[in-house]
């Protein structure tokens, strides 16, 4: 089994937004080699998260605010008031919908569904984040 890691750079432009990355992810995977196997992706930051959806961008602005509905930035949050900022809804977010993606590999490709596209969510932008990359297999 052959193990090939990298890392995707991105600087999110506005403080909530969906950065489609499923080209870059691919780039690596030609890179790496590797035909069948896996793709982990993985966000390090507390205020991102990745995920899986169809590739329509009146869905990435429903669903940024479905998540300011479901978790507003209410002042009286414990993180709000402390010396850390006022981002306490990014992190919820991030918890809601989590830091990680895996993509089964197939014949070299992402074998994502028909409409599937990787998405990075940023929620507390404008930053410079890191993606990191690992793809495992054969």
Same mark, same amino acid.
């Given at each position: ?14 403080? /909530? ?8 992810? /691919? ?26 959806? &169809? ?17 507003? &930035? ?11 900022? =006022? ?10 919908? %989590? ?7 197939? $014949?070299? =490709? ?16 404008? $930053?410079? =984040? ?6 495992? %297999?054969?």
């Amino acid at each position: 089994m052959k193990i090939f890691s990298s890392t995707i750079r991105l600087n999110s432009k506005n403080k /909530q937004e969906e950065i489609r990355i499923t080209d870059q992810v /691919q780039a690596i995977l030609a890179e790496s080699e590797i035909t069948e196997g896996t793709a982990f992706i993985f966000t390090g930051h507390t205020t991102t998260a990745l995920h899986l959806n &169809n590739t329509d961008s009146a869905l990435e602005k429903d669903f940024h605010e479905f998540l300011n509905n479901l978790v507003p &930035n209410n002042e009286n949050y414990k993180h709000n008031k402390g010396e850390y900022g =006022r981002n306490a809804d990014a992190h919820l977010k991030s918890v809601l919908i %989590g830091n990680a993606v895996t993509v089964p590999i197939t $014949r070299g =490709r992402l074998a994502l569904g028909q409409w599937q596209t990787i998405y990075f969510s940023e929620f507390d932008g404008p $930053r410079a =984040r890191l993606v990191s990359v690992k793809i495992t %297999g054969k």
